[in-house]
């Protein structure tokens, strides 16, 4: 069975610096695909950004990078130029490749951010 | 557009009421997903809909009812519910679920309180 382990449970920046929020994962597939979601204090889940496990080349949008080592099973996420409104829990959750039953999110915990100014 | 929609945003209800959570979307997507979701807590899957039909049941107690009438739409009908059923429930959609399926796109939810 896969599982997602996020082992910050809070963490805070600076407004304008740069934060890693960490996830790492156990599965004995190959292909998969690995998420983070944001949600904000308005409780809508949000796709931040997607990673495909066959390709090498880290996933970017905009100000949020993904550092995916897929021998280590680490899929850590990295916002730049921090701003107030990344506030919120991010969690980072995995889905397999295959689908049927096993096609469904497995969650983190969560990671719960606050951007001070 | 990768839109979901959830009515209502609240609902307050009593144990011996029954009421309905409404979710859409438009994308084409066939697979949705009613999740609920605990203050601090990651979601909990509930229910699967693939091509309208009822693919994975996580145990749900039968107060919980599903219902997909279309391939846009999912319910989730609510009777006798307890107070620890007070929660976030949260709808998504994918492509679907075989193999190479995508992403789920979530919709706000419903915050629901049971008294």
């Known amino acids: 069975a896969q599982t997602v382990t996020q082992s910050q449970p809070e963490m805070s920046v600076q407004e304008a610096e740069t934060v890693t929020l960490s996830c790492t994962y156990d599965?004995?597939?190959?292909?998969?695909?690995l998420f983070w979601y944001k949600q904000p204090p308005s409780r809508q889940m949000i796709l931040v950004i997607r990673?495909?496990?066959?390709?090498?080349q880290n996933a970017t949008e905009n100000r949020f990078s993904v550092n995916f080592q897929k021998a280590a099973k680490s899929f850590s996420l990295k916002i730049s130029d921090s701003q107030l409104g990344d506030t919120a829990m991010y969690f980072c959750?995995?889905?397999?490749?295959?689908?049927?039953?096993?096609?469904?999110?497995?969650f983190g915990k969560g990671t719960k951010l606050s951007v001070k100014p | 557009d990768t839109e979901v929609t959830q009515t209502p945003k609240h609902l307050v209800m009593g144990m011996t009421n029954k009421k309905s959570l409404k979710c859409e979307q438009h994308m084409g997507h066939r697979a949705m997903y009613w999740y609920k979701q605990k203050a601090k807590k990651p979601p909990e899957l509930m229910f699967v809909?693939?091509?309208?039909?009822?693919?994975i049941n996580e145990s749900v107690p039968s107060r919980f009812s599903p219902e997909c009438p279309n391939s846009s739409l999912l319910n989730l009908h609510l009777h006798a519910l307890q107070p620890e059923d007070s929660a976030l429930y949260l709808c998504?959609?994918?492509?679907?679920?075989?193999?190479?399926?995508?992403?789920?796109?979530f919709g706000p939810g419903t915050r629901l309180t049971v008294t």
């Open positions: 599965t004995s597939e190959s292909n998969y695909y």
């Open positions: 809909y693939s091509y309208e039909k009822l693919s």
């Open positions: 990673q495909e496990a066959y390709k090498q």
């Open positions: 959750a995995f889905l397999s490749y295959y689908g049927g039953s096993q096609g469904n999110l497995i």
């Open positions: 998504a959609s994918s492509q679907g679920q075989g193999r190479g399926a995508y992403e789920q796109y």
